[in-house]
């Protein structure tokens, strides 16, 4: 789940990486207008990524840079 402060349309890294995991991961954009769920996974900083799994807490990407390769690997991990 992306959490993002862009006014339109889905971030293009992340159009890529949902080819890449069609199979195996679900992807949903929150915008920053959507209080309710930043202020539920406490969102403090646009953009933030969750993988949500089914049992267990969410998990917060906190790596230093939002690059394909890093978010790949991340999801790579839990897919």
Same mark, same amino acid.
């Given at each position: 789940m992306l959490f993002t402060n862009a006014k339109k349309g889905t971030p293009f890294i992340y159009k890529a990486l &949902?080819?890449?995991?069609? +199979?195996?991961?679900?992807?949903?954009?929150?915008?920053? =207008? @959507?209080?309710?769920?930043? &202020?539920?996974?406490?969102? +403090?900083?646009?953009?933030?990524?969750?993988?949500?799994? =089914? @049992?267990?807490?969410p998990l917060k990407f906190d790596g230093s840079e939002f690059t394909y390769d890093n978010l790949f690997e991340f999801m790579n991990v839990h897919s």
């Open positions: &949902s080819q890449n995991f069609e +199979k195996t991961l679900q992807f949903g954009l929150v915008r920053e =207008s @959507e209080e309710g769920l930043a &202020s539920k996974y406490k969102v +403090k900083k646009f953009p933030s990524l969750f993988i949500v799994k =089914s @049992e267990g807490k």
